[in-house]
């Protein structure tokens, strides 16, 4: 890491999707920061590797948020955790040398705006404060479910997210926490979780299990946290009388989407939430998501370095972004080590 009082370091290696299924890794110029900005250099930088492979593959329907979102040459990411060292005009609370965590994507030095991004306590470690973003879209979620206490809740889709959703349900009164996968290893970490119930069934196979875990009475709530276009016909069967589906995953290719036979006839609510109704939503300023979630890592209630399962040099991201569009179901959180370089 460059020395913060000396750099003059004005080119960054930046992690790019020139177009579907091509990944380079690019130097470029970075500006100095004007007014209102900080330019910032990498330390640790999560993949979100739902969101991220989606972007990669390239396959959009036409009319869906990704159709007009991603436009290639494309830069992913947006879990970052940085050293300040330079602010612009009119930056006030803070200065170089603070670390700070924002929406940022795979770069080695870059410019934020620095109203999108915030403090890092000392206490919390550069590996933990980079799930900052992930987890907040994760409280999203149970945000909008409105659950009530003793819930019997699903979950479908076990990445980040889904483990995520599963730790705050078990601190929130859900009485039964089902995970639904086919992967031993994400069903475990779920069980690790708070998750009092697993099926390692495809989501399609898991309608009788469900019935039994629950005693016919069915799931008050599921969480579809996939994004895939096949899952969510499902979900809205395994849900009792007015029950709900939470959407955490948008699809790509929604005209491949069903809602299910009975969304009607049994009255089920299908709710999506997305990370960008993080300020303001429910109450909750996004400064107060970002403190809840550093405290409730401080304290242990929330556990993130245990969906760790590697960190990598950013110089080796085109071989571990093409490992991950090969088998992405053994990994969970991947870090890019910025201070390799």
Same mark, same amino acid.
């Given at each position: 890491m460059p020395?913060i009082a000396?750099?003059q370091s004005r080119?960054?290696f ?6 579907p299924?091509?990944?380079e890794?690019?130097e470029?110029p ?9 330019l910032c250099? +990498?330390?640790?930088?999560? !993949?979100s ?12 329907d036409?009319?869906? #948020?990704w159709?007009? @979102?991603?436009?290639?040459p494309?830069?992913?990411?947006y879990?970052?955790?940085a050293q #300040?060292?330079?602010i ?7 200065? %170089? ?9 795979h770069?080695q030095?870059f ?12 206490w919390?470690?550069d ?10 879209? +994760?409280?999203l979620?149970?945000?909008r479910?409105?659950?009530a206490?003793?819930? /019997? #809740?699903?979950?479908v889709?076990l990445?980040l997210?889904?483990?995520l959703? !599963?730790q705050y349900?078990n601190?929130s ?6 995970a639904?996968? %086919? ?5 475990e970490?779920? /069980? ?5 119930d697993?099926?390692?069934l %495809?989501v399609?196979?898991?309608f ?5 875990l629950?005693?016919?009475r069915?799931l008050?709530? !599921? ?8 899952v ?9 009388d ?5 959407l ?11 809602i299910?036979p ?5 009255s089920?609510s299908i709710?999506?939430i997305?990370?960008?109704?993080m300020?303001g939503?429910?109450g @909750?300023?996004?400064a107060d998501?970002?403190s809840?979630?550093?405290?409730s !890592?401080?304290?242990g209630?929330?556990?993130?370095a245990s969906?760790?399962?590697?960190t ?9 972004y093409s490992?991950?569009?090969? /088998?992405k ?7 890019f080590d @910025?201070t390799q370089?």
């Amino acid at each position: 890491m460059p020395d913060i009082a000396t750099t003059q370091s004005r080119s960054s290696f930046n992690c790019v999707f020139q177009e579907p299924n091509r990944i380079e890794m690019i130097e470029e110029p970075v500006e100095e920061p004007g007014p209102g900005q900080i330019l910032c250099a +990498a330390n640790q930088s999560l !993949i979100s590797t739902g969101t991220e492979l989606a972007c990669l593959k390239g396959r959009f329907d036409e009319g869906t #948020v990704w159709s007009t @979102w991603v436009r290639y040459p494309f830069y992913p990411g947006y879990s970052m955790v940085a050293q #300040v060292l330079k602010i612009g005009d009119g930056v006030e609370g803070i200065q %170089p040398g603070d670390r700070i965590m924002c929406p940022a994507g795979h770069r080695q030095f870059f410019l934020a705006d620095a109203m999108e991004t915030a403090l890092i306590p000392d206490w919390i470690r550069d590996e933990e404060a980079v799930f900052t973003q992930i987890a907040k879209i +994760a409280l999203l979620g149970v945000l909008r479910a409105e659950h009530a206490f003793g819930e /019997r #809740v699903g979950v479908v889709g076990l990445g980040l997210i889904g483990q995520l959703v !599963i730790q705050y349900l078990n601190r929130s009164g859900a009485r039964q926490i089902i995970a639904i996968a %086919p992967e031993s290893y994400r069903l475990e970490l779920a /069980r690790r979780h708070g998750a009092t119930d697993l099926i390692s069934l %495809p989501v399609d196979e898991a309608f009788g299990p469900i019935q039994e875990l629950t005693e016919g009475r069915m799931l008050d709530t !599921i969480y579809d946290v996939t994004g895939s276009y096949a899952v969510l016909s499902s979900c809205t069967q395994f849900t009792r009388d007015l029950g709900k589906v939470i959407l955490l995953g948008d699809s790509t290719e929604t005209s491949k989407q069903s809602i299910g036979p009975k969304v009607v006839f049994n009255s089920v609510s299908i709710l999506g939430i997305h990370g960008r109704m993080m300020e303001g939503y429910k109450g @909750w300023a996004e400064a107060d998501m970002n403190s809840y979630i550093f405290e409730s !890592i401080r304290d242990g209630r929330l556990d993130v370095a245990s969906l760790i399962t590697e960190t990598a040099s950013p110089l080796d991201a085109v071989s571990v972004y093409s490992r991950l569009a090969e /088998r992405k179901s053994d990994a969970m959180g991947i870090l890019f080590d @910025w201070t390799q370089l």
